[in-house]
């Protein structure tokens, strides 16, 4: 019996033993591995056509340099976009929910981008601190808040992510909890509720579709900015 509404976002345990590893290991095991055969089944073509689509959308307006890190967005944008939506199934754990998780991925990612700019190309990279015809008065505050917007985009990552997942699956058990409390004594208002939350499902989809593929696009436009 969940006590409290945050009891669903805590990390589940078996025997003691955190299954945080296997929640985030077995999305995996749901896609088809590669082949090299010529024809392949329809799973396996969608899969490889959704991704050649992705990478090469995400990818088009940047630097040559920057399609390096086509696998790489590719591959999490599908832990994300799986993660997320086996978290809508019932009795399952999302561990996108997680702050440390959704840090965990967006820092060293984030990182990465910062130090290849800072390797490549440092006056450019350093240049983003101090925009162009700047007044002499002002140079030092400028610097200032554009050191802090740019620590700030690991944070935003993060937070945006699980800000968002956690506040819609609140709302889906606090809307399910009044169906059910509603049900014996106003049947008719419980079916609107029902109805209600049955949209608001759909509209939680998308938002797992949607948040996995805002993460990634944002790693991909501090990328583009320092390649």
Known sequence: MILSFFDQFASPTCFGIPLMALAIA???VLFPAPTGRWVVNRLLGLQTWSLNRFSSQLLLPMNTPGHKWAALFASLMMFLLTINMLGL???TFTP?????LNMGLAVPLWLATVIIGMRTQPTHALGHLLPEGTPTPLIPVLIIIETISLFIRPLALGVRLTANL??????????ATAAYVLMPLMPTVALLTAALLFLLTLLEVAVA???????????SLYLQENV
């Open 26 to 28: 077995l999305p995996w």
């Open 96 to 100: 996108t929910t997680q702050l440390s």
């Open 89 to 91: 199934l019932p009795y």
């Open 166 to 175: 956690t506040a819609g699956h609140l709302l889906m058990q606090l809307i």
């Open 209 to 219: 579709m949607i948040q996995a593929y805002v993460f990634v696009l944002l790693l």
